[in-house]
């Protein structure tokens, strides 16, 4: 018995094959229960630590923390969409989903209507927000159905508009919500996603005003998200800090949908 002690600390070629056989298990227990003990040891810390303000226990919290951090920078200024030349843009551009634009589009008398936190509302003709100054986009466009393709949008970046109107208190809370005139159609946008630079609300495709398919007058277009959340035919604009609805997270899609 001793001899086998001392063989675990013997090069494994000079054992025959039952010292071997006895080695590896002796080294698989050892391991065995460093790790049961380690493992024990973590859950009885964590066990101890009781709930705090922050909504968990404090080692839960931190990893909570370093997670959101990685996510924060993901999502920060520095981390943009891949953007392609003009001359890749597709001309053909796919149509998908019509809710919120069934209903007929009374042109002469739409407004963006934006709900103030004072309860006021701006209402905006197309021309208003096309004297705001003009970006451009040109990204891979992506279905959460599985299709994408390189597609080409202008407008005005989302912030630029929220500093034009002094919609600054509004955007500093965490949530903005969109929905079409109807009521059809509707989204929920978390607001470090609809500051992102290359977030827009547009009203030109290909240079051209929108179709009435693809959204006109204005639609949203934010590269960091799938499809779902880029509505078409904006009607109303409003902040809150509760998650807005949500037309296709209420039929079991991710909230964020982010990518
Ligand atoms: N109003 C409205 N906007 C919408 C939808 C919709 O059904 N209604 N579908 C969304 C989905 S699932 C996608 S993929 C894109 C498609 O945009 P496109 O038709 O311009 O290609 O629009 C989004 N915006
Ligand atoms: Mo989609």
Not at 204 to 214: A, S, T, V, Y
């Amino acid at each position: 018995m001793a001899n086998i002690f001392q063989n675990i600390f013997t090069k494994s070629s000079k054992l025959n094959i039952d010292e071997l056989i006895v080695k590896k298990t002796i080294v698989s227990f050892f391991f065995f229960f460093l790790f049961l003990g380690a493992g024990l040891w973590g859950w009885k810390l964590l066990r101890h630590q009781t709930e705090t303000a922050e909504g968990t226990r404090p080692l839960l919290r931190t990893v909570l923390n370093i997670n959101g951090s990685i996510f924060k920078n993901l999502l920060s200024d520095n981390h943009l969409t891949k953007v392609y030349p003009v001359s890749d843009a597709i001309k053909n551009v796919r149509v998908n989903g019509m809710d919120g634009l069934r209903s007929k589009l009374d042109s002469a008398h739409w407004r963006l209507n934006v709900i103030r936190k004072n309860g006021d509302t701006l209402a905006l003709t197309l021309e208003d927000i096309k004297k705001l100054p003009q970006t451009d986009i040109v990204f891979d466009f992506k279905c959460i159905e599985g299709w994408n393709q390189v597609t080409h949008w202008s407008g005005v970046q989302f912030y630029d508009f929220i500093k034009a109107y002094g919609l600054t208190e509004e955007a500093s809370m965490k949530y903005v919500g969109l929905s079409t005139p109807d009521k059809g159609y509707y989204v929920g946008i978390d607001m470090p996603s609809a500051l992102h630079p290359q977030t827009i609300l547009c009203y030109e495709m290909n240079g051209k005003p929108l179709p009435l398919n693809q959204g006109y007058p204005l639609r949203l277009i934010i590269p960091v998200k799938y499809g779902i959340k880029h509505i078409k035919r904006i009607g109303t604009m409003y902040f809150d800090n509760k998650r807005p609805p949500d037309f296709w997270f209420e039929r079991g899609y991710d909230y964020f949908s982010g990518l």
